[in-house]
């Protein structure tokens, strides 16, 4: 659920305020079966912005036998404006961990810290209907790669007099993972989700999260994991 609260905050920068949301998805991939729960927040100020989420999965689906958290993920980041232009300088940190099954035959790993930094270019329509956020990224995964790469794409779109809502991220990066005997170089995540707003407050959507080499699939090459969801926007 990564970076799409961005997407819906870009276009409150104009008024100078902040927002944040609590989003509960029911993850209907192949041997899923599992709710995750994403709490995001944006915060804009005189030079930028800060924004960060945390993501959490309880139980591991039709795999595994995990009755709690089976895995907590954050990302926090920080953009410092260029003057008064759409480019602005991007800090970020990734990071957290996981647990599958319980008793003898269960265990925990590790998501390995990553730090990026760079630069983003933001374009918004004129009455903030629709808008989009590009960042070109170094990165270091501490452990894996300590030169590494990633590009971002992060969109909105408002329809039907605000009552829908497309939006969503696409990444792609470098980060070596090994798949069975398989190994990959480079993954592809994207998130994107369409939204009905009963209200400022309450919406009902859905997300396609589509992976290329993404360990949270976990298998490599592609993969689509849909879920049922609900938003609370404070």
């Not at 819906?8 to 008024?15: E, I, K, R």
């Not at 995964?141 to 408002?158: C, D, R």
Request: hydrophobic letters at 35%.
């Amino acid at each position: 659920m990564k970076k799409l609260v961005l997407a819906l905050f870009v276009s409150l920068l104009g008024a100078g305020t902040y927002a944040q949301n609590l989003q509960t998805h029911y993850d209907m991939g192949k041997d899923r079966g599992f709710l995750t729960t994403t709490v995001e927040m944006f915060k804009p100020d005189k030079t930028g912005n800060t924004f960060f989420f945390i993501d959490m999965n309880y139980g591991d689906g039709k795999a595994g036998d995990v009755k709690g958290v089976s895995l907590a993920y954050w990302e926090i980041a920080r953009a410092f404006t260029i003057g008064k232009s759409p480019f602005a300088a991007h800090i970020e940190y990734n990071g957290g961990f996981g647990q599958w099954k319980s008793g003898p035959a269960g265990g925990a790993y590790q998501i390995n810290n990553a730090f990026l930094g760079g630069f983003e270019y933001s374009k918004n329509a004129k009455d903030f209907s629709s808008g989009y956020t590009i960042q070109t990224l170094f990165k270091t995964i501490q452990g894996k790669n300590s030169a590494s790469f990633q590009l971002t794409g992060v969109w909105y779109v408002n329809f039907m007099k605000g009552k829908m809502r497309f939006d969503g991220f696409a990444d792609f990066w470098k980060e070596d993972n090994v798949f069975g005997t398989e190994k990959t170089q480079y993954v592809f995540l994207s998130e994107p989700q369409l939204w009905y707003n009963f209200n400022k407050n309450f919406s009902v959507g859905t997300e396609q999260e589509l992976g290329f080499n993404f360990t949270g699939n976990p298998t490599k090459g592609f993969r689509i994991n849909p879920t049922a969801a609900l938003k609370y926007t404070f």
